[in-house]
C-alpha cells in the first residue's frame, strides 16, 4: 500500500461523504508526517452507521470483502492486492466512540480527543492519536513493524511506549 494508493482511497471515501480515520502503520506515518515503513495495509476507523456508504464506495472503486469478523472488523480487497482494514466506531454524543472487540463487555474505546490529524505527502489526513496508537498496541507480542512504528512515536511525540 503506497501513500498516493492511502490518498486516492481518502478521496473515494471523502466524495462519498464518510468519515474515516487512519489508524495502524500509515496512521502512525501520517502522525510523523514521513513514510517510515513500507505498508502491507491500511487500517480505516468509520462510523458505523456509515458502513452501507463506504462499502459501496470502496466497491465502485474495485474493492470486495475477503474477511468478516463483524462487529469487531472487517476486510475488503482489490484486483491489486491492495488491502484495507476497517473498524467500524459508533460515536456518542460527546464525540468519543467505541469499537466492538472479541470480548463484548470489554470494547475499544475511542476519546473525543483522539481523533485528530496528520500529513501524508504534505496532505492533511484525519487519524488516530500517537495516545491511542500506543493504547492499540499493547496485549500481544510485537513484531518488529511495532517495535519500529512504537519508536517513531517515542521519537517524534517523547510519547511512553510498553515496548
Known amino acids: 500500500m503506497t501513500a498516493d494508493d492511502v490518498l486516492s482511497?481518502?478521496?473515494v471515501l471523502r466524495n462519498a461523504d464518510v468519515g474515516v480515520w487512519i489508524g495502524g502503520g500509515w496512521g502512525i506515518d501520517a502522525l510523523v508526517g514521513d513514510q517510515t515503513r513500507e505498508h502491507r495495509d491500511l487500517d480505516l476507523m468509520h462510523r458505523r452507521n456509515q458502513e452501507p456508504a463506504v462499502v459501496a464506495a470502496l466497491a465502485a472503486a474495485g474493492f470486495v470483502e475477503t474477511l468478516d469478523w463483524r462487529p469487531v472488523r472487517f476486510v475488503v480487497t482489490d484486483p491489486l492486492g491492495r488491502e484495507i482494514d476497517l473498524h467500524p466506531l459508533t460515536f456518542s454524543t460527546d464525540g468519543s466512540a467505541v469499537q466492538?472487540?472479541?470480548?463484548?463487555?470489554?470494547?475499544?474505546?475511542?476519546?473525543a480527543s483522539c481523533f485528530v490529524t496528520g500529513t501524508i505527502q504534505g496532505t492533511t489526513v484525519p487519524c488516530l492519536s500517537p495516545e491511542q496508537q500506543v493504547y492499540f498496541h499493547q496485549g500481544y507480542e510485537?513484531?518488529?513493524?511495532?517495535r519500529h512504528d512504537m519508536a517513531r512515536l517515542r521519537q517524534a511525540f517523547g510519547i511512553a511506549t510498553h515496548f
Open 9 to 11: 482511497i481518502l478521496a
Open 100 to 111: 466492538a472487540s472479541h470480548e463484548p463487555d470489554h470494547p475499544f474505546v475511542y476519546p
Open 142 to 146: 510485537p513484531a518488529d513493524h511495532d
